[in-house]
């Protein structure tokens, strides 16, 4: 059974600071992983993808990959009260394999 | 650019009743998935359609069916509806077979009573 395993939450982080947020899976055999975005009452929207092991920065989001730990992490820079939502991890076997499992999704708490 | 349609918004349903949803992917978009979400289980697969044909499908019972018609506009249907069943249903398109660039639309808050 592949799965997907995330932190519940809530994690509380003060505006400005950086919040990280972790995920492992349990198939070797995954090649492809997003970070989707979730407010409250909305369906999820995609941030982050990262297909190979390191870092992929896009503006204050980098998203971190270890093949070898089974591990993905997000990190948001400077931290705002709009990035209050859930951030549900996927990961998806690769080309071809449209089929994506997901997290149960970490909630996200920024303070002002 | 419209993103994805889905239809209704809302929905109360009584148990062993059916109901069928739909979804207007991206234009353009060929490839349509079907998820789940619910609060203790998260967001789960249901089944994925690429130009007209089933690709994959997730480990719910047979009373979970789709489609997927010529314009890539896809139905899921429910038959026999269980209180279970009560969930908000998740449409996805992406341009072609395979997980890069998924957009979901608004969904469908399913209530089985």
């Known amino acids: 059974q592949k799965e997907v395993e995330q932190n519940s939450g809530p994690l509380s982080v003060p505006e400005g600071a950086i919040a990280s947020l972790n995920c492992t899976y349990s198939d070797r055999g995954s090649q492809s992983f997003f970070w989707y975005r979730q407010y409250s009452g909305k369906s999820p929207e995609l941030i982050m993808s990262i297909y190979s092991n390191g870092d992929k920065e896009d503006g204050r989001f980098t998203a971190q990959l270890n093949k070898a730990s089974q591990y993905v992490s997000l990190l948001i820079r400077d931290s705002q009260p709009s990035d209050s939502a859930t951030y549900l991890c996927?990961?998806?076997?690769?080309?071809?394999?449209?089929?994506?499992?997901f997290g149960k999704g970490t909630m996200l708490l920024v303070s002002p | 650019k419209a993103g994805v349609t889905q239809t209704p918004r809302y929905l109360i349903k009584t148990r062993g009743q059916q109901v069928t949803l739909s979804c207007s992917p991206i234009s353009g978009h060929r490839s349509v998935s079907w998820y789940q979400q619910t609060p203790g289980q998260g967001l789960q697969f249901l089944f994925e359609y690429f130009s007209e044909t089933q690709r994959n499908k997730g480990n719910f019972p047979g009373r979970f069916s789709g489609r997927q018609f010529s314009n890539s506009r896809s139905e899921m249907n429910v038959s026999t509806l269980e209180l279970g069943d009560s969930a908000l249903y998740l449409c996805?398109?992406?341009?072609?077979?395979?997980?890069?660039?998924?957009?979901f639309g608004s969904g469908t808050r399913l209530t089985v009573v």
């Open positions: 996927a990961v998806s076997l690769g080309s071809g394999y449209s089929t994506l499992t």
């Open positions: 996805a398109s992406s341009l072609d077979s395979g997980p890069y660039g998924y957009t």
